[in-house]
Every structure is written in structure tokens, then in C-alpha cells.
């Protein structure tokens, strides 16, 4: 009883989370598949593609609470073609980042507090053809976790286990913020699964990124085991600036079916996260 009660009057003071799963772009325009099923994109861009080589950004922002956020992000922003970020506010402030850098996005509403949406972003400088989220709570504030999925189009390629090049191809990008505050690697083992059944049917390569929470070896076990059973690899850094909870780097970038080119991880305190700025080529 007295830990019911303690729970009711925790969710007085706990974010509000939007009724369903809510995509919205920069056109402002809402979507609401959740992953696997994905939603075909309004194309403002007909013709651009991602082309080799490119640069992925992934990095924890903690809710822009940093007053050095903008300086650093839109600094390594010019630097990237693809961009998955975690603990971000939805604000005036970065719908203006992203217009300045001429950037299209996706963000997952994870909770609203105080008049501001937070949760997760996928930004590209390449128009997404189509994407997917999700969202899952944690099991003792029930205040979600997100995630997007999204697909680009590639320039020409041979696809893996093919000799045909296509014209079609394209790369799916996984942006992940995983679950907190659970005592076995489950919950978060249940968040990645819809991402999975992607993994499954997408013919092309495969980025997924972002902050996976894996502070334990149960959690580390698991994230890297699935994946590396479903064919990736984990992106390596040479000098590790990533964020380390009970000697464990939290935040993780894997790739499928693409050639790792750099690795840089980046030292900061814009965030109490470091982000990671890696450069691929697409399949020739």
C-alpha cells in the first residue's frame, strides 16, 4: 500500500507524456507508425541522395542545459551528414539550428515539461524517405524512453550478397535513447526488438546509434550480442572520450553493410555525454 501511495504522489510531480507515439518533421507535419511499420515521407527533395563518404554525429545533449550546446553542436554539425541525438528539447532554439545548417529532422516525443517537448532527434542534410518510432516506458516512472527509425537514399550501390547495382538502395538509420532504470537487461532487450524486425527486412546498410544505457554487463551483453549476431560490428575509438558509468561506456555506434573510414570521440562538458563523429563509405 504505502508503495502505491508513493507512486500516485510521484506522478504529480512526474512529466506528461503525449497520448500515442508522435513523430513531427521539420514541416511540422505528425506521424504516428510505430516501428516496425514505417510512414511514407512527403518528399520536399527529389533528387538528393547520401553519397560516399559520409559523417554520423551521435551524442547525448542533455537537454541543451549546457550554455555552450549551440557553439559545439553546430560546430560539429558542419561536419556531419547525419546527426542522432538524445535528451533533446524541443525548442525555438533548435528549429533554428537546423535551418541554419539547412538540416531536415525528425523528433520523437518522448514527455512534455514546463511547456517544452523532449526526447529524441534524427537530423540529415539528405531528405529520410520514410521513418518509424518508438516509445517505452520505464518501468518504475513509466516516463518513456524514444527512439526513430529512418531511411535515406543511397547513391548507386551493390548491395550486399549481390552483384547488381542499384539505383534504389537506401540506408536505414536507427536512433536509440535505451531504458534507465531496470534491474535486468530485459526492458531494454523488449525496446530494441521492434528494430530488429527492421533489421530483418531492410535489404541495404544499417546504422544504429545513440545512448544505450548499458551501465552493466547484462546490458553491454545484451545490446552487443544481438547485434553482432544480426551482422555488426561496434564502432572502435582509439581515445575514448565516451561517458563511462561503473566502467562502461553508455553510448554506442554500430554499422552493417558499410566500411568505417574514422572514429573520433570527442571530449566536451557541453554535456555531460561526449559525442561520436564517424565517418563511413558506402559499398562499392
Given amino acids: 500500500m504505502l508503495l502505491f501511495i508513493t507512486l500516485i504522489l510521484l506522478s504529480r510531480f512526474l512529466p506528461k507524456s503525449p497520448?500515442?507515439?508522435?513523430?513531427?518533421d521539420q514541416q511540422q507535419s505528425h506521424y504516428f507508425s510505430t516501428c516496425p511499420a514505417l510512414a511514407n515521407i512527403q518528399m520536399t527533395q527529389t533528387t538528393d541522395s547520401l553519397s560516399s563518404p559520409f559523417s554520423l554525429l551521435n551524442w547525448n545533449i542533455y537537454k541543451q542545459q549546457n550554455p555552450?550546446?549551440?557553439?559545439?553542436?553546430?560546430?560539429?554539425?558542419?561536419?556531419?551528414?547525419?546527426?542522432?541525438?538524445?535528451?533533446?528539447?524541443?525548442?525555438q532554439a533548435l528549429i533554428d539550428f537546423s535551418q541554419?545548417?539547412?538540416?531536415?529532422y525528425f523528433q520523437n516525443i518522448a514527455f512534455n515539461y514546463k511547456n517544452d517537448s523532449y526526447g529524441v532527434s534524427t537530423f540529415s542534410r539528405v531528405q529520410a524517405s520514410q521513418a518509424?518510432?518508438?516509445?517505452y516506458p520505464e518501468p518504475w516512472t513509466m516516463v518513456p524512453?524514444?527512439?526513430?527509425?529512418?531511411i535515406y537514399p543511397i547513391a548507386d550501390v551493390v548491395l550486399e550478397n549481390s552483384s547488381t547495382i542499384s539505383s534504389k538502395a537506401s540506408l536505414l538509420l536507427i536512433n536509440l535513447h535505451g531504458?534507465?532504470?531496470?534491474?535486468?537487461?530485459?526492458?531494454?532487450?523488449?525496446?530494441?526488438?521492434?528494430?530488429?524486425?527492421?533489421?530483418?527486412?531492410?535489404?541495404?546498410?544499417?546504422?544504429i546509434s545513440g545512448d544505450f544505457n548499458t551501465w552493466s554487463e547484462d546490458r553491454t551483453t545484451e545490446i552487443i550480442d544481438t547485434l553482432v549476431n544480426a551482422g555488426f560490428n561496434e564502432t572502435q575509438f582509439t581515445k575514448d572520450k565516451r561517458l563511462i558509468v561503473f566502467g562502461l561506456p553508455l553510448d554506442?555506434?554500430?554499422?552493417?553493410g558499410l566500411t568505417l573510414i574514422k572514429a573520433q570521440s570527442i571530449s566536451t562538458i557541453a554535456s555531460d555525454h561526449s559525442p561520436q563523429l564517424v565517418t563511413f563509405a558506402l559499398p562499392k
Wanted: aromatic content about 10%.
Fill in 19 to 24: 497520448s500515442k507515439m508522435t513523430l513531427i
Fill in 68 to 91: 555552450q550546446w549551440s557553439t559545439k553542436l553546430n560546430e560539429w554539425a558542419s561536419q556531419a551528414d547525419l546527426m542522432t541525438l538524445q535528451e533533446v528539447k524541443y525548442d
Fill in 100 to 104: 541554419q545548417q539547412q538540416l531536415t
Fill in 132 to 135: 518509424c518510432g518508438t516509445r
Fill in 145 to 150: 524512453k524514444t527512439g526513430i527509425a529512418t
Fill in 179 to 207: 531504458v534507465n532504470f531496470t534491474f535486468t537487461a530485459e526492458p531494454l532487450k523488449a525496446q530494441v526488438s521492434p528494430y530488429l524486425q527492421l533489421i530483418k527486412q531492410h535489404k541495404g546498410p544499417i546504422l
Fill in 252 to 256: 554506442h555506434v554500430f554499422y552493417r
